[in-house]
């Protein structure tokens, strides 16, 4: 029996000994796991690019304010929360901390001839001009043969760091150019930043009011390229010019939508109440310019020609509020002055206040327009403008990763602060193409070498070419110099 119990005893001690030693094994292995580095599983499909901690502008309807952005190549693939973005973070991801400044959309300037009418400036510094104010999008609208041609040899040497849409003249003054636009298709994409927009007729001659058409020759011409498929924008200014083109259009519709071709109406500088009915009904978009009509203009517009007519003039709000689609745009560089900036586009469309100090006339003041109203102009609904509404223009997952960074929020800032917002950052297609922080990210862009010059600002005080460390050649803005650094060019000869 001693023996049976000594045996018992030994066994117990030898377990109890077996248990110390697990957990003293145990506890050594938690504390040596709880020192090492923590890494978190690996993401699946990471991000290329996320911006986080931001007011990031969606220009959507619902869900229009977010917090963060990622990008995948060319494209955004996620908008929402902090959390919900920074989830795609992977090892490779080059991320931003906004630190709570404005992300939205990049810009898209409806109307313009930056390109075509530069005078002696060069394309690449009329793109790199149009990069640093936020412009990510261009429509040309007066691309004959010869430009187009000068733009699909810039696309071709990877100098077109910007969207083009070009519109083909079928006129200009009482020349007719005939059907050449016909060698090309509708829409017609050469690359993601070259595309056939439209057609362009010139239906006036400004506000002289003199006609270009008859009534049977313009139906003719409309009834042409729209059977073709084109969308066609007309420059009109005066109210009679607005009646040729709007009967045209409706001629050619044939009580048809106007939602698959978009037809435009350039400039509508005098517009009448039963005009603004008729273009909500036949759905015409109304495509007029931010930068015109504010106060610089009031001694040109008041004269003699327009005093009994003042009252139809640049009715901004009240297209807005009649319910016609409109887009925004510049007319660069045409104006008085000329304005490049889109920033500068918003506050004088919001203030009718031009750079002179000259107070707005009454008639100006009753067709302001809100800040959120501006904004959309040069976002979503100008790519509603070049039917493209459904890959750019807004901040949704899956469209086009064109965006702008900004240095404060155009909603919140006080509308007389406009001129101190900075853009910051311009990506096109998940690309950086403007770097006035962030330049890490223009240098990662452009590493590969498929376009060797973006456009940072602000690193010397003499306008320069440099090369950083990797060989890259970046074009310096100075410092001290206007953020619109694009001197304004002297008057081409093509207008509207």
Known sequence: MKDDEGIRGLTRRRWLLSILVT???????VTIFAF???????????????????????????????????????????????????????????????????????????????IGDRDELTSQAVIQGALAEGWTSLSELFVDQGRLDDLRTLDEAGDLRIRVNAYLPLSWQLERFGTWYQAYEPGQEFSPNLRIGGVKIFVDSWLWGELLFSQSELNE???????????????????????????AYENALQGASNELYRHRAEHVVMVR????ERMRELGIVASFQLTWFHSNWAEAVETELLTEDV???????DLLEAGVHAIGGTDFPYGIP??????????????????????????????????????????????????????????????????VVLSENPLTIPVEQFPDIDVLLTVIGGTAEHCLEYIFLCEESHAAGSVDKVTVKGM???????????????????????RYAVPEPARPAIMG
């Open 338 to 403: 000329a304005t490049s900036s889109a920033l500068e586009a918003i506050h004088q469309a919001v203030t009718r206040m031009g750079d002179q100090g000259i107070p707005p006339p009454s008639w100006m003041l009753d067709q302001r327009i809100r800040v959120e109203q501006a904004l959309r102009l040069l976002t979503i609904d100008a790519a509603y403008g070049t039917a493209q509404e459904k890959v750019k223009g807004s901040l949704v997952e899956g469209k086009l990763a064109d965006l």
């Open 460 to 482: 010397e005080s003499n306008a320069s070419l440099a090369s950083d460390s990797s060989g890259i050649e970046l074009t310096v803005l100075p410092a001290a110099e206007s």
């Open 23 to 29: 957990a003293i094994v145990v506890l050594s292995l």
């Open 273 to 276: 109440d039963d005009q603004l």
């Open 36 to 114: 090492l580095p923590r890494t978190s599983p690996p993401v699946n499909n990471p991000a290329d690019l996320i911006l986080f901690n931001g007011t990031v502008l969606t220009m959507e309807p619902e869900d229009s304010e977010k917090e963060a952005v990622a990008v995948t190549g060319s494209h955004i693939v996620a908008v929402g929360t902090d959390a919900q973005v920074l989830a795609l973070r992977g090892d490779s991801t080059s991320t931003i901390d906004l630190g709570g400044r404005t992300l939205l959309p990049g810009f898209i300037d409806s109307h313009g001839h930056r």
């Open 311 to 317: 009252g139809k003039v640049a009715r901004w709000h």
């Open 221 to 247: 011409l409309v009834a042409e390229a729209h059977e073709a498929g084109y969308q066609i924008a007309s420059h009109t200014t005066v109210d009679e010019s607005l009646d040729l083109i709007l009967n």
